[in-house]
């Protein structure tokens, strides 16, 4: 499905990514670990094609180059961030912002329609219904903000997720919570993800088939869930 | 922190520049206007070249009919991009015979910058005069300690 | 947007000579039948107009021709009495300028304004069974000169600035409003204007009555075809807020990139009155306007919400004014601009907090976008407190659509230029969200066709 070959990434000529080779599959959960500033973050942007990066390296996307495609067209194709610190819109509902989504993707979907979709997936994700009509994340708490990241997966279904430190500021019951409603998505629509942490916490919950280690911008390890346990007993030190 | 205090009356102009690439400016002023008088400071904060930081602070206090003006201009050329300015003008008034006037103004030529400026002008807050009056210290010395506190 | 730019064919009955004398403010007068003490105040007026200097703060205003623009026109069409009588052409325009279908039916609140004169109009019913007033200008000093004389000029009197005498000395067309005591108008009072002709000079003179505990909503909108030459507006909006009244005056002025828009707006608020003005101002090549509320009475309230859009040689010098006479007042002002494609926006705005004024609040925000390097906003805003026991705070901030906030809506499948359309809009909305729907949906549109391959 998303394919990436040697992959360089700088940014204001500071390299962070030095040759990376990463492979998501259809249906697949991908942890992504490494310690801070290993550019974790900086692929994930990348794949989304965020414009302060500069690359060089293959980025396919189910066998098609993407690599200078704009971000809003990888994301019609089914590519899909939450952000580790999502931005705030004054103004800019998220149910707006979603209709303009659905309808540039020439999905049909009437504003009521959307609006009862929304509404629905905020009560599973425990959210409070006000929050739907206020700017995104226009003040909202670290925890809003992420569970807003989530409803907009579920409502805009895409083909890969990449949750960039979701984690980050959500205590368990909201962890749980997210995890289960990622998990669906896997299940019934064969969503892949691609899960972006420097802690296992979450990787309890949401269990990878496959763990990729990043380190100074390479990769350096990569294999089954057992590495999870691995960092989690030993740390990073491993990989010195 | 550079720190100036104008305590006499009288017209100070002060024109600060941020000539150098990357330059941060940080700048207070106290006006401490505690006797009859005109006070007014006309404060220039001009941003000429890339990614200069100006953090520039005015406070002023009033009282015993003194009348502060303090007029500050944020100027960001067209060059001097990426720049960040923030001006934040604070006067209390400690009486009914102290007036002031503050002008905020800002002059932004140019899109890939941060400004922000912001004035306020009231007299000393209730609740803070009713805590310090609850630990037992009397009305008069509570406003000079807040007045102090709001000056250092 | 482009049909909306053509002129439509318009015949004058009457069209007095380019520029101003003596002689041409007597005929206008004497054309409009009007008494004698009439007469007397608009050459006084002339006098001070021409004592006066032009104004060298705010906007650039060497371009105006004052000798080049007719300051009398008189179109063919008569006031209407309804809707049926109502000319194709004008209906025509109506859809052009935007107004829904259902609006137009309610239309018989309406007066639209060609050039000098009144064209059309006739009062619900219902209103005038209340005792409300709601007529042209003209009519309002024909019918009830007794009301006008009283109020005329008491807030914006003659000599108030150059413009407002110029105003006072040609002035034509415009509203009058009385709402009686404790008359409530629920349903908001329109009216279009609409500069139709060559240099004409648009000098409409406003006068809006709300008595004691009455309310009223007053809707000005404008759009101004295409016209080569400079062509001037300068209007006096007076409004008396009496006792316990509620006035709410709303504008979205889209007048043509050639246009100067010098415009006196000034509110006069008594006891527990409350005066709310709400401005958009996207078009017309320069705009000087700051509408004020003077805060007589206890407890009054003054507020202003305003909008301002400057594209390629545009310069909105807008703002408002507040002054706070009496204890216990508050007023707030929220201000937003825009500017692109080399556009500027200013803010300019007093709030004066006077002795005695024990208890007095007041807020002012003012946010400004610039979308481009090529664009400028600035501030210039004036505070002065005269009372110790009072809350005066002023904050602006001057941003731009980040990068981040583009990748995020970006990310989301959402095109360039319409993420960015999303975020002036967003930018907006707390101002758009206060005036009618219609308005709105118009400033939204009008948002998005400016914003249209903004990037890249």
Redesign the interface.
């Known amino acids: 499905m998303l394919e990436i070959k040697n992959l360089k990434v700088s940014i204001e000529k500071k390299e962070i990514l030095k040759g990376v080779d990463l492979e998501i599959k259809q249906g697949e959960v991908l942890a992504l670990m490494g310690p801070n500033g290993s550019g974790k973050s900086s692929l994930a942007n990348v794949i989304?094609?965020?414009?302060?990066y500069q690359t060089e390296g293959e980025m396919y996307w189910n066998g098609k180059s993407i690599l200078k495609m704009?971000?809003?067209e990888r994301?019609?194709k089914g590519i899909?961030?939450a952000?580790q610190q999502?931005?705030a819109?004054?103004?800019?509902s998220v149910r707006?912002?979603?209709l303009?989504?659905m309808r540039?993707?020439k999905k049909s979907i009437s504003a009521l329609e959307l609006k009862q979709i929304v509404i629905a997936e905020a009560k599973k994700l425990k959210i409070d219904e006000s929050l739907l009509t206020r700017?995104?994340n226009d003040g909202f708490s670290g925890g809003e903000k992420k569970k807003l990241e989530i409803l907009?997966m579920r409502v805009?279904k895409p083909s890969l997720l990449i949750l960039d430190e979701i984690d980050s500021g959500l205590d368990v019951d909201a962890l749980k919570l997210l995890a289960e409603a990622v998990l669906e998505m896997v299940k019934k629509e064969k969503m892949s993800v691609l899960v972006i942490t420097h802690y296992q916490k979450l990787l309890k919950y949401l269990i990878p088939d496959r763990v990729v280690v990043l380190k100074k911008g390479e990769v350096v390890d990569s294999g089954s869930k057992e590495i999870v346990e691995k960092i989690e007993n030993k740390g990073f030190a491993i990989y010195e | 922190m550079e720190k100036q205090v104008f305590d006499k009356p009288g017209k100070y102009e002060i024109n600060l520049q941020l000539n150098e690439e990357g330059q941060l400016l940080e700048w207070l002023g106290v006006v401490e206007a505690r006797k009859i008088g005109d006070y007014d400071l006309v404060l220039t904060v001009d941003h000429r070249r890339p990614k200069t930081v100006g953090k520039v602070i005015v406070r002023g206090v009033a009282e015993n009919g003194a009348r502060i003006r303090i007029s500050g201009l944020v100027r960001i050329e067209k060059k001097a991009e990426e720049s960040e300015s923030s001006l934040v003008m604070k006067v209390l008034l400690v009486d009914k015979e102290s007036k002031a006037e503050v002008d905020p103004k800002m002059e932004i030529l140019t899109n890939k910058v941060k400004a922000s400026h912001s004035a306020s002008v009231g007299k000393i807050d209730e609740e803070q005069l009713f805590f310090l009056e609850s630990r037992g210290i009397e009305r008069e010395y509570a406003k000079k300690m807040i007045i102090n506190g709001f000056l250092n | 947007m482009s049909d909306l730019l053509k002129k439509d064919e318009f015949k004058y009955v009457y069209k007095a000579k380019m520029g101003l004398s003596a002689k041409l403010v007597k005929e206008i007068s004497a054309r409009k039948n009007e008494p004698a003490w009439m007469l007397e105040r608009r050459l006084e007026a002339l006098k001070v107009y021409q004592s006066m200097p032009i104004p060298v703060w705010g906007g650039d205003l060497s371009g105006i021709k004052f000798e080049d623009i007719y300051y009398y026109l008189k179109p063919i069409e008569k006031e209407e009495k309804n809707w049926k009588e109502v000319p194709d052409q004008i209906k025509k325009t109506f859809e052009k300028i935007g107004v829904p279908e259902a609006e137009r039916e309610m239309l018989a609140g309406v007066k639209s304004q060609y050039d000098s004169e009144v064209v059309y109009g006739s009062l619900k019913k219902t209103l005038a069974d209340k005792g409300v007033i709601f007529l042209s200008m003209d009519e309002g000093l024909e019918k009830y000169p007794e009301l006008v004389k009283k109020y005329l000029g008491k807030v914006v009197p003659l000599a108030d600035n150059k413009l407002a005498a110029l105003n006072s000395a040609v002035w034509s067309g415009g509203s009058f409003i009385y709402v009686p005591k404790n008359v409530q108008v629920s349903l908001p009072l329109q009216a279009y204007f609409r500069i139709n002709t060559e240099r004409a000079g648009q000098f409409e003179r406003t006068l809006i009555i709300a008595d004691e505990g009455s309310s009223v909503h007053y809707i000005e909108g404008c759009s101004a075809p295409a016209y080569s030459s400079a062509s001037l507006h300068a209007a006096v909006v007076e409004i008396f807020v009496e006792k316990g009244a509620k006035v709410q005056y709303s504008t979205v002025q889209n007048w043509y990139k050639n246009i100067y828009n010098l415009v006196t707006k000034r509110a006069w608020v008594e006891e527990d009155g409350q005066m709310l003005w709400v401005d958009g101002n996207l078009g017309s090549k320069l705009t000087m306007k700051y509408p004020a509320c003077v805060l007589a009475g206890k407890r009054a309230h003054g507020e202003m919400l305003s909008i301002a859009w400057a594209g390629e040689g545009q310069h909105q010098d807008t703002g408002a004014k507040m002054i706070h006479l009496a204890p216990e007042t508050t007023s707030q002002i929220v201000s937003k601009s825009i500017s692109k494609n080399g556009g500027r926006t200013s803010y300019r705005g007093l709030v004066q907090i006077n002795k005695g004024a024990v208890g007095a609040r007041s807020k002012v925000v003012c946010d400004a976008l610039i979308l481009d390097e090529i664009s400028r906003s600035d501030t210039y805003p004036v505070n002065k407190v005269m009372e110790e026991e009072t809350i005066l705070e002023h904050e602006a901030t001057v941003s731009r659509v980040s990068e981040d906030q583009l990748l995020y809506l970006m990310g989301r499948g959402i095109s360039e230029d319409e993420a960015n359309a999303m975020v002036v809009n967003g930018f907006m909305e707390p101002v758009v969200k206060e005036i009618p729907m219609e308005y709105a949906i118009e400033m939204n549109r009008l948002v998005n066709m400016e914003m249209e391959g903004s990037v890249g």
């Open positions: 989304v094609g965020n414009p302060k704009r971000t809003d994301a019609r899909l961030m952000f999502p931005v819109i004054p103004g800019v707006e912002m979603l303009a989504a540039s993707a700017g995104i907009q805009l």
